[in-house]
């Protein structure tokens, strides 16, 4: 009997305290109102197929386009997925940038990612994300743009992912 009454004891204090650990958690470690952190999120996604036709050509991908708003001290964050097919060929490749409010992001400023074959054609994911302090607040629109060097370089099953957070 005293045994079982010695772990009832035992549990019994257990309890108490991860209780005192989540009031302590609620009360004093909560961050304060407009702290720190992700504010909203807007997401789309298009399944179907998005080539590189015509070639090197800059191609925005008009379905996956998003709105969002900027508040005053939000930075944003993008995040993009996708399947890409890449032709087989010499030096065949496809390349992405974000696009904010109808301008491409390039150039030494902005990175953009490139898949690129020498021989037989590929399929890979990707993932691409950025993130920026420097968009003013109000309303915008992000996307995706690609670029190709054969007509069958494509997309597929693509998602888009927007953040404002405070950083």
Not at 64 to 72: G, K, M, N, R
Not at 93 to 114: A, E
Not at 142 to 167: K, R
């Amino acid at each position: 009997m005293a045994k079982s009454s010695g772990l009832a004891v035992l549990a019994l204090l257990i309890a108490l305290g991860a209780l005192g650990i989540g009031v302590y958690q609620l009360i004093f470690a909560a961050p304060a109102a407009g702290g720190s952190g992700v504010k909203n999120t807007w997401y789309d996604f298009h399944y179907g197929e998005t080539t590189t036709n015509p070639i090197s050509t800059i191609i925005i991908v008009d379905q996956l386009t998003i709105d969002f708003t900027v508040s005053s001290g939000e930075s944003i964050y993008f995040h993009f997925n996708t399947r890409a097919e890449v032709a087989a060929g010499a030096n065949s490749y496809i390349q992405f940038n974000f696009v904010l409010d109808g301008v491409r992001l390039s150039g030494p400023t902005y990175p953009w990612w490139v898949i690129r074959t020498t021989a037989d054609s590929i399929e890979v994911p990707i993932s691409c994300q950025l993130s920026l302090d420097t968009v003013t607040a109000g309303a915008h629109n992000a996307t995706i743009s690609i670029f190709g060097s054969d007509s069958a370089n494509n997309i597929f099953s693509s998602t888009l992912m927007v953040q404002t957070y405070i950083p």
